[in-house]
């Protein structure tokens, strides 16, 4: 489905943020490996707690890493955060900059307009939530790629929900109840 979460924050903006349940996920297997590792310690050092430390930092990297987007009517600006920890960056768009709200289908390995290559099982169609920018040297910003089968409809919603809120456009390439993108 969607890694991501739509709330409304007590300040009105609407916020569209990693979800609290990946990172509890993530902290819980990395408090697993740790305990494996502390109870295994007296059996001797192995190339195994090298690939088990490495993977518990991963995990906690991942448990710490921000991808924040909030859209806020009061100042008119989508903030933009992301990175790891102290390592932060932060953009703000006005709501100006931006054209359109944007769903976009393509199929995963396979080029624009392509008709060499046919879709197989590897090729998996996807689906992209992005700002369109009316900017020429960053003409979109991608907020979120998901499976369209899985997480195309509730994508969609999402993008509903944030273009009407922001009061900015909405332009989807297809709609994903008319194509039979869902599971069945």
Known sequence: MSAFTLKKGRNGNLNYSLSPVMRIICIAFAILLVLGLISALGDGFGISYIFAALFTLILILVALYRDDWIFSNKSRTITVSYGVGPFISRTEIEYGMVEAVEIRHFHKGIA???????????NKEMAVLRLKLARE?????????????RG???LESMANV?????????????????KGLLRR
């Open 137 to 149: 040297d960053k003409p979109y910003m991608n907020i979120e790629f998901v499976n369209a089968r």
């Open 112 to 122: 624009d307009g392509s008709t060499a290559i046919k879709p197989t099982w590897r």
């Open 152 to 154: 195309g409809l509730h």
């Open 162 to 178: 944030i273009a009407s809120y922001c009061a900015l456009p909405l332009d989807i390439d297809r709609n994903a109840l008319q």
